[in-house]
């Protein structure tokens, strides 16, 4: 018999999800398919799913343009001039952030440079960045590139927190002791808030304010964070912050990105800033004048006229959050992967999971560490139906998403894990 099924039956999980007060959300989403059934799909940290919603908001949109041409700025049915206004209530929700710290704009790594021109604005003798070893590659090129621009020497201004030997998590001892170690010449703490490789969830509170002890600012990249786990970003004091929408906001491919600014620099007109005419005051952005005056908050930092298309797709996907509610799905997110952990030990040892231990470090996400055959174990699972995520060298991700993952799902890719 299946390791699996001497020590859980099929039908006890479906009882799980049978009695889960948040099974219903599923019915929201396509589900990819596999031989004619529901694939198992684990692959919302990197593409989430599409509302069967999404259609319908963009098609919208694509009426008001068909029908009303440019006069949709003004009269479509959510009016393209005030476009981002439709978004910051649920997304603000999202951040645990005010209406006035949120916008949605550009895309991801687009906003984290631009986020650097009024956040790390380097001196002298307080130039340093410091980041999480082996951040997701696009931070550390932007961060790279940063310190170069401004005439540094990346290995002296960038410093990493590296896990301690044989370990893969990173302790917040050793992060604020580094910050200390630094304090004299850190501008910047800039992490991710939940780290793409390893699931791990980083202390932002702690973190940030460790920064801000020491005389630096704190940013966060939460583009695994965000949608995953509850975020306090105003009440932890987190200066800026950036995630994509594409990953568990599930708003589709190349989707807009959210952006987070403190509300202590919303006012601040001696930041400096890139400018466009979307972040210049909605009352005299037509009169076409000199002199930028920007809005207030997040949107002040605004520069294109906004995304329509991406924008709606995000409102579609932001209405199931606001239905649902983070809390409700954290507390289903720790029983789903509290299940697959669960079941990915019952041999013990068989299963290398590189993600923290306790739940409170981490997101929806494991990573398994493999040995050799790593990769036919991943192409084996990918032929049997299951949707995860290689990365190198070794590791598969698996990210079982609460808003539309089963505890069906969960067991269905422990069984093909134990398969020989
Ligand atoms: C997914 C991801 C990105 C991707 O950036 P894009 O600009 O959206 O392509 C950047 N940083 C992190 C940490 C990510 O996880």
């Known amino acids: 018999m299946n390791v699996i099924a001497g020590y859980m039956s099929l039908d006890e999980v479906r009882a799980m999800d049978a009695t889960d007060p948040m099974a219903s959300f599923r019915s929201h989403y396509h589900i990819p398919q596999h031989d004619g059934k ?39 049915r959510h009016p393209w001039f005030y476009y981002h206004h439709f978004l910051e209530e649920s997304v603000a929700r ?3 952030a005010s209406p006035l710290e949120v916008v949605i704009m550009n895309t991801l790594t687009v906003n984290l440079n631009l986020l650097m021109v009024s956040f790390y604005r380097p001196t002298k003798s307080r130039y340093k960045i410091l980041m999480e070893y082996m951040a997701f590659p696009s931070d550390q090129y ?41 304090r004299n010449e850190l501008a910047l703490v800039m992490m991710g808030g939940v780290n793409y490789y390893t699931g791990q969830l980083y202390d932002m509170a702690t973190i940030t304010k460790a920064a801000h002890d020491a005389g630096a600012l704190a940013g966060f990249d939460l583009a695994h964070a965000a949608g995953n786990v509850p ?33 202590r620099h919303a006012h601040d007109a001696t930041l400096p800033r890139f400018a466009g005419w979307w972040g210049n005051a909605e009352d005299t952005r037509f009169q076409m004048k000199k002199g930028f005056h920007p809005q207030p908050g997040a949107a002040g930092w605004q520069q294109s006229n906004a995304q ?68 036919q174990l991943f192409d084996r699972l990918t032929a049997s ?16 998403v609460p808003m539309y993952n089963s505890f069906e799902d969960v067991y269905r890719f422990a069984e093909l894990m134990y398969q020989d």
């Open 142 to 182: 932007a961060m790279e590139m940063q310190v170069r621009y401004h005439g540094f020497d990346t290995a002296d201004a960038i410093v990493e927190v590296k896990p301690r030997e044989g370990e893969h998590a990173l302790r917040t001892e050793d992060i604020l002791q580094l910050i200390d170690e630094h």
């Open 231 to 263: 975020l306090h970003l105003h009440d932890w004091g987190v200066d800026f912050a950036c995630w994509c929408t594409y990953k568990y906001l599930n708003s589709g491919p190349g989707g807009a990105s959210g952006v987070f600014i403190h509300e």
């Open 94 to 96: 999202l951040a645990g």
């Open 38 to 76: 529901d694939a198992v799909y684990l692959c919302g940290n990197s593409l989430g799913l599409q509302p069967k919603k999404t259609r319908q908001y963009i098609e919208e949109e694509l009426k008001d343009w068909e029908t009303l041409g440019v006069e949709g700025h003004m009269h479509g």
């Open 308 to 375: 329509i298309l991406p924008m709606a797709a995000h409102r579609a996907a932001m209405e199931l959050f606001d239905q649902a509610g983070m809390d409700a799905l954290r507390t289903k997110s720790l029983a789903l992967t509290g299940l697959l952990e669960e079941l990915l030990q019952i041999q013990p040892g068989k299963f290398h999971i590189i993600t923290p231990a306790d739940p409170a470090q981490r997101g929806c996400q494991l990573s398994i560490l493999t040995g050799a055959g790593g990769r």
């Open 385 to 400: 139906g299951v949707i995860a995520d290689w990365r190198e060298p070794n590791v598969i991700r698996v990210a079982p």
